[in-house]
């Protein structure tokens, strides 16, 4: 098989839903499915396996803040990108702030378009890896995390930090590099950290019979079974 054709096979692959009330956006080179009432997303999101769902921002009848909203909260694991002709900085703003992974002007050329889905669905990929520490799993398309076979019932940060510990297990990790990642900042106080981690603790084990996340001291913290 030729590159081109290796290429189009795997386009192909990239199940993608989109948003669309107005029949602006078409992409007939990867699997795709239109479909504009909000409704039929949460039918498809629940049905199918999505690889990508991008969004017209100027919809008639839907508000694209509240779907990027419920994809987000919901623990969906897809990314979802917004094609715009409004280029204003307010509104960008307004649709990160949303859980939008990324944003892509109307004007921009569709070979662009092609690369910039194929670049953030294989990223995606890679965060969606399934990990299995002896009876825990984190599920990565679902986002949600087993123990014994039970799903646990966490937090979004909560699910952050466990994810970093599963990703890093047996590695001694800083209270600074845990902050930068579950906040993103380090103005956090410590004890907003302390207060996540003993949450994540009781959640996993609430009888306290095996301490899988132990305090390093001086250092940070360690995960390990």
Request: charged share 30%; net charge positive.
């Amino acid at each position: 098989m030729g590159f081109n054709s290796f290429e189009d096979s795997y386009m192909k692959q990239i199940n993608t839903i989109i948003i669309d009330d107005k029949n602006e956006i078409r992409l007939d080179e990867f699997q795709t499915t239109v479909i504009s009432e909000f409704h039929s997303l949460k039918k498809a999101i629940f049905n199918e396996d999505i690889s990508l769902i991008l969004i017209n921002k100027e919809l008639q009848n839907n508000n694209p803040y509240e779907i990027i909203s419920f994809i987000k909260n919901n623990g969906f694991n897809i990314p979802v990108i917004v094609l715009s002709s409004n280029e204003n900085e307010e509104e960008l703003v307004k649709i990160f702030d949303a859980g939008c992974d990324d944003y892509i002007s109307k004007k921009t050329n569709k070979s662009i378009i092609k690369a910039k889905i194929k670049s953030i669905v294989s990223r995606f990929e890679k965060i969606q890896e399934d990990i299995h520490i002896e009876n825990l799993s984190y599920i990565g398309k679902s986002n949600h995390f087993l123990y014994n076979d039970k799903v646990l019932d966490l937090t979004k940060k909560e699910k952050m930090l466990l994810l970093e510990f599963m990703r890093n297990q047996n590695k001694v990790l800083s209270r600074e590099h845990l902050i930068s990642k579950i906040w993103k900042e380090l103005q956090v106080q410590q004890k907003s950290l302390n207060v996540l981690i003993t949450r994540l603790k009781h959640k996993i084990d609430p009888e306290n019979k095996k301490s899988l996340i132990k305090t390093v001291y001086g250092k940070g913290y360690i995960f390990t079974f």
